[in-house]
């Protein structure tokens, strides 16, 4: 009877409690996304009291690659000892070092804490992913996908505006403090109204395996952030990473088959469809990170826009791709389809980087936002459905590693994305620059090839025209390698696999089955 009783009074209660769970889900989400852009928009202050102006990168890159080498880690602790509580404990680093980094006295301790902080943003954005794989069935999951998109967007737009306001009127301080607030009540939400099944693996943690990817990522993160610029790409220091970093990979791989407990299980490389979700979650990061660092530089040093609402020179993109997602999601839903969106996105994608790349001098802010809109366009086929479809194909027991495989080829697609097309547009910027103002524009480039709205007011006429040709040449290359790069992506797109999503409706004698088993909430 108390069985029966369960079985009848569940399906009352746990649409609100998934409710609940959704909303905590969605602050934590915004907490990893905003972070970075609110604390970038703080760098000017915090160093002018600080001081350590030539330490100022490794805010940026401790946090980046404490979060890079921690996020395949979390996604295994929450495999073999349960969601909630790696989730909860990666939100409690979090919350500790945003504290600490907001009371640190000097550049030394920043850098410190912001790395605490990567600790546990490694495995916020994971978890936020993995509970929804653990919540809500494939089927059902498009209907989430405008929400986390509308939270990507609303970040990427607000985070500048908001990181301004914050530092202008309470101090940079609180540009850390802001956590703490959001990240209690998305604790105490999950703390009372989300209950998944306890774990406890036999094997215990792959301590080899963390140390081995934990040095690869880091030593390939730091090549593409210190190459090119504090590093020659050719240098001593470049190719001793780039040896360090490719043995501990190999070393990774080979360990993994040998593991008891593997930190990244091979098998889940086995499916089709996780590998090819990996390859164009690789190439979206590449694009999408490349395209929100360039626009702004164009719009502001050709465009002539005002660098204080940056975040709203993107607002064509980050609209098109909301929308769009939305749209995906809903289709996917109610049809069970997915296929058809990585292709569309990636055409797209193609397409809009091309023309991003014909850009120039005379085009108008109207023909950018355009262009920009049919990247978006792409881009909101793809974030989420890589996500979707590679949870979709391992088993319920790999959820948590297959989504934090899945977000670090993502950030390691950004690394590259940002490197590689930064080193372009660089080398870009100085050659015409070289060209078109002689001695005199090497010399203005010499240190930094992307020139603040202070520094280019300051240029003679004839200079900061030519800075202008040499920005539009400059993304120019970087667009056109992303276009390029963006038909890997659709090739990889065209050999997706339509496996049915769980919840698909009855199962064709002839297809593959699903993978993905129903999943265990408990209600409130």
Known sequence: MADTQTVETEPEKQPKSVRVVLLALMITMMLAMLDNMIVGTAMPTIVGELGGLEHLSWVVTAYTLATAAATPIWGKLGDMYGRKGAFMTSIVIFLIGSALSGMAQNMGELIGFRAVQGLGAGGLMVGVMAIIG????????????????????????????????????????????????????????????????????????????????????????????????????????????????????????????????????????????????????????????????????????????????????????????????????????????????????????????YLLSTMDTGTSRFTSGVFMAVVGLGMGCLMQITMLVAQNSVEMKDMGVASSSTTLFRTLGSSFGVAIMGALFNHRVQDVMAERAGALGSKITEQSAQLDAASLAKLPAAAREAYQHAVSAGTHSAFLLGAIVAVAALIAAVFVKEVPLKGAGPQKPDEEPTAVTPPVVEAV
């Open 134 to 353: 653990d919540l809500i069935p494939p089927r059902e999951r498009g209907k989430y996908q405008g929400m986390m998109a509308g939270v990507m967007a609303l970040a990427m737009i607000g985070g500048p505006l908001v990181g301004g306001t914050i530092t202008d009127n309470w101090g940079w301080r609180w540009s850390f403090y802001i956590n703490l607030p959001l990240g209690v009540i998305a604790l105490a939400a999950i703390s009372a109204v989300l209950h998944l099944p306890r774990k406890r693996a036999k094997a215990g943690i792959d301590y080899l395996g963390v140390v081995l990817l934990t040095v690869g990522i880091t030593s390939i993160v730091l090549v593409t952030t210190w190459g090119g610029t504090e590093y020659a790409w050719s240098s001593a220091r470049i190719m001793e990473l780039i040896g360090i970093g490719v043995a501990s990979l190999i070393g990774f791989v080979f360990w993994q088959t040998r593991a008891a407990e593997p930190i990244v299980p091979l098998h889940i490389f086995r499916s089709r469809n996780f590998t090819l979700m990996s390859v164009i979650g690789f190439i979206t990061g590449f694009v999408m990170f490349g395209a929100t660092l360039f626009l702004p530089l164009y719009q502001q040093s050709v465009q002539g826009a005002s660098a204080t609402n940056s975040g709203l020179l993107l607002l064509p993109m980050l609209g098109a791709m909301l929308v769009t997602s939305m749209v995906a999601g809903r289709i996917t839903t109610s049809t069970g389809k997915y296929k058809i969106f990585p292709i569309v996105g990636s055409v797209l994608m193609v397409i809009g980087l």
